[in-house]
């Protein structure tokens, strides 16, 4: 692809990398890209106390996946409650399929210090939620610490709070990939901050 451009890239300019593995069933197709990408669910009580088994799946059909296996165990309980998740918004996904610029023009009318990028970047990682993350803030400097690309102390906190992150790689690239805009030092940086901190998450920020 470089030579498409006019400065050519090398192996200089590349900040990270990654690699995505998708386990296939075993359907008996001749090769992996003929193999099916659905997921097949099996109980197997051989050893007496049933064990749910699941084969393939992706991302993209998590929630299907999650109500299938629910149907698959539900007879080892008394009860359970019919499907309900087709019909519910994610974590600050309860907003209009087009309602995405309304939701930055609201952000901005009550968070008037943040930056286009700053208020960007919010609304796409938590939509709603981000005037949660952002709560009572009426300046920049009531966000506490900057820890460099917008991301601020009060966001952490509610990562910590409410996304599990426990260390610098769970808030830079598990839960977002702003380690591609944060340096090696700055994020070694926030990693002493969580060690020191995110046991016992400050009470000013807690959510």
């Known amino acids: 692809a470089s030579k498409?451009?006019?400065?050519?890239?090398?192996?200089?300019?590349?900040?990270?990398?990654?690699?995505?593995?998708?386990?296939?069933?075993?359907?008996?197709?001749?090769?992996?890209?003929?193999?099916?990408?659905?997921?097949?669910?099996?109980?197997?009580?051989?050893?007496?106390?049933?064990?749910?088994?699941?084969?393939?799946?992706?991302?993209?059909?998590?929630?299907?996946?999650?109500?299938?296996?629910?149907?698959?165990?539900?007879?080892?309980?008394?009860?359970?409650?019919?499907?309900?998740?087709?019909?519910?918004?994610?974590?600050?996904?309860?907003?209009?399929?087009?309602?995405?610029?309304?939701?930055?023009?609201?952000?901005?009318?009550?968070?008037?210090?943040?930056?286009?990028r700053w208020e960007d970047r919010l609304v796409k990682a938590y939509g709603n939620d981000a005037f949660e993350v952002l709560g009572d803030a009426e300046t920049a400097a009531d966000l506490g610490r900057d820890f460099g690309a917008t991301l601020t102390e009060r966001e952490v906190h509610w990562l910590v709070n409410k996304e599990f992150a426990c260390t610098a790689n769970d808030i830079v690239w598990r839960r977002s990939k702003l380690g591609l805009r944060l340096s090696a030092q700055e994020i070694a940086e926030l990693d002493a901050w969580l060690a020191e901190n995110a046991a016992a998450p400050s009470q000013k920020y807690a959510v």
């Open 4 to 116: 498409y451009l006019k400065t050519p890239i090398t192996t200089d300019d590349i900040v990270w990398t990654y690699s995505g593995v998708r386990p296939l069933y075993n359907d008996g197709a001749s090769s992996a890209t003929a193999a099916t990408r659905d997921y097949i669910l099996k109980v197997d009580q051989s050893a007496g106390a049933p064990v749910l088994n699941v084969f393939g799946g992706k991302i993209t059909t998590y929630r299907r996946l999650a109500e299938t296996a629910l149907e698959k165990i539900e007879p080892f309980f008394a009860k359970r409650n019919k499907p309900w998740t087709a019909g519910v918004p994610l974590p600050g996904g309860d907003f209009p399929v087009d309602g995405v610029q309304a939701l930055k023009d609201q952000l901005r009318k009550a968070y008037p210090f943040l930056t286009a």
